[in-house]
Nanobody
Framework: QVQLVESGGGLVQSGGSLRLSCAASGIIFSPDTMAWYRQAPGKQRELVARISRGGTITYADSVKGRFTISRDNDRNTVYLQMSSLNPEDTAVYFC?????????????WGQGTQVTVSS
């Protein structure tokens, strides 16, 4: 069973930076993609950034140029470097690991880490 543990959230002032980490355990086969999502109060969960095993990256328009996702395939760990944070970035950030290639498939989520940006 795949388990994801996030770390690195916290309180930061507008314009500041934070780095989130997510380590996956219980993995025998590497995820196809690892990603960060976020959910603000009263809003739907949304994709922030996704990275494939081969390094293909997708960003939400709202974070392009400010956030950087990276991945350590050997450690099954994904990072999110967040810069120029603003109050609209305040949310619970969730890590996701997904594999769709049979016979081993999974779609696992972490417990979430709170990011709060004060104005």
């Amino acid at each position: 069973q795949v388990q994801l543990v996030e770390s690195g959230g916290g309180l930061v002032q507008s314009g500041g930076s934070l780095r989130l980490s997510c380590a996956a355990s219980g993995i025998i086969f590497s995820p196809d993609t690892m990603a960060w999502y976020r959910q603000a109060p009263g809003k739907q969960r949304e994709l922030v950034a996704r990275i494939s095993r081969g390094g293909t990256i997708t960003y939400a328009d709202s974070v392009k140029g400010r956030f950087t996702i990276s991945r350590d395939n050997d450690r099954n760990t994904v990072y999110l470097q967040m810069s120029s944070l603003n109050p609209e970035d305040t949310a619970v950030y969730f890590c996701n690991a997904r594999r769709t290639r049979i016979p081993i498939t999974f779609d696992s989520w972490g417990q979430g880490t709170q990011v709060t940006v004060s104005s």
